[in-house]
């Protein structure tokens, strides 16, 4: 028989991987305050992951024990000492033992092949972008020869801020500042590590509607996050104004792989 609080789980985990993200994404409010949207968002993705883990140990487990901790330590002794649990144990417990070993080592896997490779493709454009880019005289930026306009930051130990020198033509002073406070408030607030997990969902679970929805949910947050921030640093009354004007400029410039753009990651 399949313990409760097994079920409970993975009823939890059935809401978090498909009716709370469509809800949340679907939400008003986020736009309103997009860093409680993002906490949202973090809480949904841990919680899905734990739950649908949860619920295959507990049933996996059963048969050592009527609690996670009581039934690890007696699982344990099963292997070390041969120790016989006190229920029989059917091939339905075998199964969700393994199921919630390969998700987990799966999850946790993708999560850190996903930081691997993020980094690395970060930083093999960091240093090609080094040999390219010069200093923007009076703001704090390097400059990329292209004529199209374009701004985006590369986030890690040594975050680089660059700008086109189209984008830098096209601007005004003002215009110029509001698109270097957006992205100076990615890296300040390390937008890429609120990303990352939910890149590495989307790659984990591909057949799951949710983890697109996460994903670009989240992209979408963390760049109206960035405008807040950036108008709280503009002076003026048509600083709204200035900074989508210069958020539009930007849109369509792109931006290396694995680079926080003013449109949104790429």
Same mark, same amino acid.
């Given at each position: 028989?399949?313990?409760?609080?097994?079920?409970?789980?993975?009823?939890?985990?059935?809401?978090?991987?498909?009716?709370?993200?469509? @809800?949340?994404?679907?939400?008003?409010?986020?736009?309103?305050?997009?860093?409680?949207?993002?906490?949202?968002? /973090?809480?949904?993705?841990?919680?899905?992951?734990?739950?649908?883990?949860?619920?295959?140990?507990?049933?996996?487990?059963?048969?050592?024990?009527?609690?996670? *901790?009581? +039934?690890?330590?007696?699982?344990?002794?099963?292997?070390?000492? =041969?120790? /016989? *649990?006190?229920?029989?144990?059917?091939?339905?417990?075998?199964?969700? /033992?393994?199921?919630?070993?390969?998700?987990?080592?799966?999850?946790?896997?993708?999560?850190?092949?996903?930081?691997?490779?993020?980094?690395?493709?970060?930083?093999?454009?960091?240093?090609?972008?080094?040999?390219?880019?010069?200093?923007?005289?009076?703001?704090?930026?390097?400059?990329? #020869?292209?004529?199209?306009?374009?701004?985006?930051?590369? *986030?890690?130990?040594?975050?680089?801020?660059?700008?086109?020198?189209?984008?830098?033509?096209?601007?005004?002073? =003002?215009?110029?500042?509001?698109?270097?406070?957006?992205?100076?408030?990615?890296?300040?607030?390390?937008?890429?590590?609120?990303?990352?997990?939910?890149?590495?969902?989307? #790659?984990?679970?591909?057949?799951? *509607?949710?983890?697109?929805?996460?994903?670009?949910?989240?992209?979408?947050?963390?760049?109206?996050?960035?405008?807040? @921030?950036?108008?709280?640093?503009?002076?003026?009354?048509?600083?709204?104004?200035?900074? +989508?004007?210069?958020?539009?400029?930007?849109?369509?410039?792109?931006?290396?792989?694995?680079?926080?753009?003013?449109?949104?990651?790429?």
């Amino acid at each position: 028989m399949l313990p409760l609080s097994a079920l409970l789980l993975g009823l939890l985990a059935f809401a978090l991987a498909w009716p709370v993200p469509v @809800v949340l994404g679907r939400a008003a409010w986020t736009r309103r305050d997009p860093l409680a949207a993002l906490v949202c968002w /973090q809480a949904v993705g841990l919680a899905g992951g734990l739950s649908i883990i949860g619920a295959l140990l507990v049933h996996g487990l059963s048969p050592w024990g009527g609690s996670l *901790p009581e +039934a690890w330590w007696a699982w344990l002794r099963h292997w070390f000492t =041969g120790a /016989q *649990p006190a229920d029989p144990v059917r091939g339905d417990h075998w199964v969700a /033992q393994t199921l919630a070993a390969v998700l987990a080592l799966e999850l946790v896997g993708v999560l850190v092949l996903s930081l691997v490779r993020t980094a690395r493709t970060r930083a093999r454009h960091r240093a090609l972008l080094e040999l390219l880019v010069d200093p923007v005289p009076g703001v704090d930026a390097r400059v990329l #020869e292209s004529p199209v306009p374009a701004a985006f930051c590369i *986030p890690g130990a040594r975050p680089l801020l660059v700008l086109s020198s189209g984008m830098v033509a096209e601007l005004a002073p =003002g215009e110029l500042a509001a698109v270097v406070a957006h992205e100076r408030a990615h890296l300040a607030e390390r937008h890429h590590l609120l990303l990352l997990p939910f890149v590495a969902w989307r #790659e984990a679970l591909p057949v799951l *509607p949710a983890a697109d929805r996460a994903h670009d949910a989240v992209r979408d947050l963390v760049e109206m996050r960035a405008d807040d @921030v950036a108008l709280r640093s503009l002076a003026g009354a048509s600083s709204r104004r200035t900074l +989508a004007k210069a958020i539009v400029a930007a849109a369509d410039g792109g931006a290396p792989r694995g680079a926080l753009a003013a449109g949104g990651e790429c």
